[in-house]
Each structure stands twice: as C-alpha cells, then as structure tokens.
C-alpha cells in the first residue's frame, strides 16, 4: 500500500513539472517595440552628408520636414506589407550650418534627434582640412559608434571634457601611422551625448583687442531623445 501511495505521488509530481514545462514552452515572446534596427549618419570624403537606417520587419516610413523646428523627420510605423530593408537618403543643411534628423518610433512614443553643427561642407572644404569624414552610428544593441578618417601627417587625442560633458577629438599635424579610427562611446540615460572635433590650427583671424579668434569646433554632433533639443546646441 505504501509502494502504491509513493508511486501515485511520483506519477503526479512527474505531470504538475510537465504541465508547467509545457505551458512555459509555449508562453508567447514579447514582441519587440522598437522599429528601427540601427542607423548611421556619415559625412563622406566630399563633405557631403547622408543618412542610412536598417528598418525592422513589418515597418513602413513616411519623411516630414518640420519647418518650424527646422528637422527632417522620419516617423516609423507599423505594417503588414514591409519586410526589413535598409534605406538611404541625402541629407542637406537647413539653414547653411546645420543638420537636424528626428527618428519617431510610433510604437513606442519614443523619438531621438541628431543635431550636427558644420560648415556648409561643399562650400567650405579645402586641402587642408584635417578630416576627412566621419559616421557616426547606433547599433543593433543601441551602442553609439563613431568612425573617422583624417588626412595624413594628422594625429587626435581623445577626450571627454567634463565640464561641458562632452567628447571632444583634437586633431593637430604629426606623425601618425593610422588614419581610421573607432570609438565607441557612451550615452547617459536621459542625457545627450555630445561630440565635436576640436580643429587646433593656427589662426591670423584676431578681434578688435588683437586677441586670436579662435574657430568654432566643428563638426559638432547632438544625440539626444529630449523633445526640446535647443537647449542642448552650442
């Protein structure tokens, strides 16, 4: 009788784990909210920008040009006629000096801005420009990557300024083996992260005390998933 009470205590022991491994096999995974993938925004060896975003599946886009907030937005959306496709488009300065591109998840009510300040690059590049170009990306796992090239007999050092808390990349003639370069580099939570390379040629340009002016960095480079972003330029 005890054998019989052991076994029967066995056998339903053995059919309650099954039952939980079973309904745990097929509990539903979570459907992931986020509908852009990665993006990256590149200035190339002719000055001339662009922007390249791989898309989720089921994903469509529709482009808006905010006029009164002066960016290029691209609201992302939900669909059942998209499969997941990488998409390219030129990007153009909005007021001679500036970029400004907004991703809009629908989905999530998220929405992330990259401000790049910049000299009108067509205009402005000459020979003795210190980089050559540069992209900065994010990532399949939300990791930001920035990748520059400079011209040769140019060196740069790495820093992050914490007084204005931003990385800055000093760029200055010397003897350099390398060219390209990659960093990865780490945004806050609800904080921007802020980029600019910090050119330091000599200047005859002086004002009025005879005091050197000293140029703008440029370019200059905004994440941030604030919805105020004016705050954040320089």
Do not use: W
């Amino acid at each position: 009788m005890k054998n019989f009470n052991f076994l029967f205590v066995l056998v339903s022991l053995t059919f309650i784990f099954y039952s939980c491994s079973t309904n745990e096999t097929h509990l539903p995974e979570q459907e992931s909210l986020d509908l852009l993938k990665s993006y990256t925004i590149q200035k190339d060896v002719s000055g001339k920008y662009l922007v390249d975003f791989i898309l989720n599946d089921n994903v469509e886009i529709d482009n808006l040009k905010d006029l009164n907030a002066n960016i290029n937005e691209i609201y992302l959306y939900s669909s059942n006629n998209e499969s997941s496709r990488r998409v390219s488009q030129d990007l153009t300065f909005i007021d001679g000096s500036q970029i400004k591109v907004g991703f809009v998840d629908t989905n999530s009510d998220q929405k992330e801005t990259i401000s790049i300040e910049d000299d009108n690059s067509s205009l402005s590049r000459s020979e003795s420009d210190k980089l050559k170009g540069f992209s900065i990306s994010k990532d399949l796992n939300g990791k930001y990557i920035l990748d520059y090239s400079l011209n040769d007999g140019v060196v740069d050092n790495l820093v992050f300024n914490e007084e204005e808390e931003e990385y800055e990349i000093h760029l200055d003639y010397g003897k350099s083996s390398e060219t390209n370069f990659s960093r990865v580099l780490e945004k806050q939570i609800g904080q921007p992260l802020k980029i600019c390379f910090v050119n330091n040629k000599s200047t005859n340009s002086t004002n009025s005390r005879g005091l050197a002016i000293k140029p703008p960095n440029r370019p200059a480079i905004i994440i941030d998933d604030d919805m105020d972003y004016n705050d954040h330029m320089y």
